[in-house]
T-cell receptor
Framework: SQQGEEDPQALSIQEGENATMNCSYK?????LQWYRQNSGRGLVHLIL?????REKHSGRLRVTLDTSKKSSSLLITASRAADTASYFC????????????FGGGTRLMVKP | GVTQSPTHLIKTRGQQVTLRCSSQ?????VSWYQQALGQGPQFIFQ???????GRGNFPPRFSGLQFPNDSSELNVNALELDDSALYLC???????????????FGAGSRLTVL
């Protein structure tokens, strides 16, 4: 089963625009991570936000976490065609060992 | 990084398959995920120090091994059509430490079952 549900499932924007993806989850977490996947290949870790953090930045990425609403968002600013990929949130649930539970992903297309 | 082999393979129903993974240097934990087309990865199991350290909702015909050099195998017996998927291996370090389970993924093995 998948812990996270991502919204939207697909997003198409023009280069230079910002892209926002949302993730909701169901249980208490230690941390939440975002990963990127190009064309059905391996996933690449982007950013981790701990349960006691509310916002984190990494380059053009901004992640927020609202544990009261059990939701997170990933903002990619000034998007580029090379950002075209699928983006997944993954939760490290408390009392669930060290596994990560992934959402269904948002497929982002950035048009040049 | 993490390397997986083979990259693609085709099997028929009822056959058995072994997928291999070599973890990133210094990583002592390996996890396997199944990703069906258009979906997110689903956790199969995790190995730490050659022992299974957690398992997802997969039947016993999915089994694994981790070797002393931190390479690992995923074995699937009695293949079914629904086993067709991308199988992803991921390694990590810092077993048991909060925030230590950042995964480094391989490129995956795409299995097609006919």
């Amino acid at each position: 089963s998948q812990q996270g549900e991502e919204d939207p499932q697909a997003l198409s924007i023009q280069e230079g625009e910002n892209a926002t993806m949302n993730c909701s989850y169901k249980t208490s977490i230690n941390n939440l991570q975002w990963y990127r996947q190009n064309s059905g290949r391996g996933l690449v870790h982007l950013i981790l936000i701990r349960s006691n953090e509310r916002e984190k930045h990494s380059g053009r990425l901004r992640v927020t976490l609202d544990t009261s609403k059990k939701s997170s968002s990933l903002l990619i600013t000034a998007s580029r065609a090379a950002d075209t990929a699928s983006y997944f949130c993954a939760t490290d649930e408390r009392n669930a060992g060290n596994m990560l539970t992934f959402g269904g992903g948002t497929r982002l297309m950035v048009k040049p | 990084g993490v390397t997986q082999s083979p990259t693609h393979l085709i099997k028929t129903r009822g056959q058995q398959v072994t997928l291999r993974c070599s973890s990133q240097s210094g990583h002592n934990t390996v996890s396997w995920y199944q990703q069906a087309l258009g979906q997110g990865p689903q956790f199969i199991f995790q190995y730490y120090r050659e022992e299974e350290n957690g398992r997802g909702n997969f039947p016993p015909r999915f089994s694994g091994l981790q070797f002393p050099n931190d390479s690992s195998e995923l074995n699937v017996n009695a293949l079914e059509l629904d086993d067709s998927a991308l199988y992803l291996c991921a390694s990590s370090t810092g077993q048991g430490l909060s925030g230590a389970n950042v995964l480094t993924f391989g490129a995956g093995s795409r299995l097609t079952v006919l």
